[in-house]
């Protein structure tokens, strides 16, 4: 009995620990083949720098590694520890570990045809596969080894379709914790498949996964299970609409694992569809089919889909145009939330540039985030409130400026999900004991006026915020606060099930008025990238300034530069600034918050 009883609580840790940060890390960039020409001349471009959004903080920032020597594709995932700190990262032909090194095992995973002319000849560098969700990284525990199955949409070079899957094994504690490739090249299913609808789903007991593949045609769906056994063929259902060869889209879950989406089209000749299931999350089965066409514009390359957290709407794009579903009433007619405005990154390069919508990523912060289907686009298009209807959910087209990107964005599973508590799979005895956590935001004009976004999981029932300003608590999920004057605020946050109660308290600090607040704020800036060209991304996180300003100085002290700064993310335009170093001083009213370097190239 003590054994079984250790063995439960050992499998409830897991659960709790494993699923909170593994996606925190969203490794980018480095695609084009000119990047590893630079690396040997030692002279990076801006455009081809490797980096990586950094959820571990909030607001997310940008860390940028110039001498990372690595190349993402369009195929792209990574993993992080229970701690947010990467493990590591591949693009389906390689696998590097958290020193930026090929795992032991993984300089070369996935070999096939493919692998002949995608690698550089004179550097041995590859490239990476051109499966836009074509990898996923699942963790498993077996024997009592943590281990990663990194599932891959193979492509043979020859016919350039996908051929299958494959996948990988990763060891997480061997070669002194770095960790190691201990199988390769392990064949799934030998099969015609859609190229970019690599999907997984926790099943119902909060412990395995379920992975779903579509063949080319676009009707029978393939379904597999993870287990401490291994991988298990399970379903096969012909039940989608028919969708010829040359995927374009991609697939998603429901953050709660009970529907399954796909948008997908041929993009020559204008035919796109959007297939929603029901998804039972115990026994793997797709159900209750809904389908509806979207228009593909000619050479799209971007129908993308994505449930809002709280999974009451499904966006859906093409390239040119996107649509909110209401998934309480698909009866309803969708809206249309936006039209790409033919921004370009660089207009010097008119086409090559341009930022037409593309594929979603579930950001940690509760945000949507877009990477545009063109070749060489340098923003990302944001969506901050996605649970709201229509215009409100506050999409930004290239709200986030990022080195040159093509299609790269990192495929993840949601992996904040638990046992489906109650159902006739929930036999492993593992609970949802909820964890709060939670974002906010100014009102532009008000400073004082807060919006907090709920970003708490592991099913909370109930939530009560206490501002620490003396107001009543609010049970509000998401609500909006107003303080009463300036000063620091402590912040907390209680959510709760039947299982359990969870607080998180955050200090909020909202302008200054004596150098006590300076010296006691925890106001925390990033400048990204550094050395910069164009336009400087200066993040501010953990202060929010009453009239905040940021001001460049050349290196004999005259001001060069001098733009508002708020809360979250903010583009300095230093295009038009001689090369040199500038210090920046960021100041609220007529107190100094903080001070630093910057080099213009």
């Known amino acids: 009995m003590r054994a079984v009883t250790i063995s439960i609580i050992y499998l409830i840790s897991i659960l709790q620990l494993s699923a909170q940060k593994n996606d925190y890390n969203w490794a980018m960039g480095s695609h084009a083949t000119s990047t590893i020409d630079m690396i040997l001349k030692d002279s990076i471009e801006k455009e081809f720098w490797p980096f990586t959004l950094n959820f571990t903080s909030d607001p997310m920032t940008i860390d940028y590694y110039p001498y990372r020597r690595f190349m993402f594709g369009a195929t792209n995932t990574n993993y992080s520890d229970d701690s947010g700190k990467l493990v590591c990262y591949t693009n389906g032909m390689q696998v590097f570990g958290s020193d930026d090194l090929p795992l032991q095992g993984g ?298 990107n093509p299609w790269s964005m990192p495929n993840f599973p949601h992996y904040r999900l638990g046992p489906l508590d109650g159902s006739p799979c929930d036999t492993l005895g593992l609970d949802n004991y909820p964890v709060a956590k939670f974002r906010y935001e100014p009102d532009s004009l008000d400073y004082l006026r807060l919006r907090f976004t709920d970003l708490s999981y592991f099913r909370p029932e109930s939530w009560t915020w206490n501002f620490g300003d003396g107001s009543p608590q609010e049970s509000t999920k998401s609500p909006y606060h107003t303080f009463p004057h300036q000063g620091v605020y402590h912040v907390c946050l209680t959510v709760s099930n039947e299982n359990s109660s969870n607080t998180t308290c955050r200090d909020i600090t909202l302008g200054t008025s004596s150098s006590t607040d300076i010296s006691t704020s925890k106001a925390d800036i990033s400048t ?47 295009q038009s600034l001689p090369s040199g170093i500038y210090l920046w001083r960021f100041t609220d009213g007529s107190m100094q918050v903080r001070e630093g370097k910057v080099v213009k190239r």
Request: with cysteine; aromatic share 14%; glycine share 8%.
């Open 107 to 404: 300089d070369t995973i996935n070999y096939n045809n493919y692998w002949r002319n995608n690698v550089h000849n004179a550097t041995g560098d590859v490239y990476g596969f051109r499966q836009f969700q074509g990898n996923i990284i699942l963790p498993m525990v077996q024997d009592g080894k943590e281990l990663l199955y990194d599932f891959n949409i193979m492509v043979d070079l020859y016919v350039d379709e996908p051929i299958g899957v494959w996948y990988t094994i990763i060891d997480r504690q061997c070669n002194g914790g770095k960790g190691c490739v201990i199988s390769k090249d392990k064949v799934l299913i030998k099969k015609m498949l859609k190229s970019n609808l690599l999907q997984a789903c926790r099943h119902a007991n909060g412990r395995d996964w379920w992975i779903i593949v579509l063949d080319s045609e676009g009707v029978t769906y393939y379904t597999f299970l993870l287990d401490p056994t291994g991988v298990h063929a399970i379903h096969t259902q012909a039940i989608g609409k028919y969708n010829p060869v040359l995927s374009a889209g991609n697939a998603t879950f429901s953050h709660a694992g009970d529907k399954y989406a796909i948008c997908d089209g041929r993009y020559w000749d204008s035919i796109g569809v959007v297939s929603i299931f029901d998804f039972d999350r115990c026994t793997g089965l797709l159900s209750n089919p809904f389908f509806d066409t979207l228009v593909i514009p000619e050479a799209s390359v971007g129908q993308s889909v994505a449930f809002s957290p709280n999974d009451r709407y499904l966006y859906v794009n093409n390239r040119n145009d996107l649509y909110q579903y209401d998934i309480a009433d698909l009866r309803k007619p969708r809206i249309h939330i936006a039209t790409y405005d033919g921004f370009q990154s660089n207009p010097d390069t008119p086409g090559f540039t341009q930022t037409p919508f593309g594929f979603w990523g579930y950001g940690p912060d509760g945000r949507l985030y877009n990477v545009s289907g063109a070749a060489s686009a340098e923003h990302l298009h944001i969506m901050d409130y996605p649970d709201e209807q229509g215009d409100a959910c506050s999409f930004r087209q290239h709200a986030l400026h990022i080195p040159n």
């Open 528 to 574: 990204f990238p550094n050395p910069v060209e164009d336009y400087l991304l200066v993040t501010l996180g953990e202060y929010v300034p009453a009239h905040g300003e940021i001001s460049l100085y050349d290196i004999s002290g005259h001001s060069v530069l001098t733009q508002r700064l708020y809360y979250g993310q903010n583009n300095i335009d230093v």
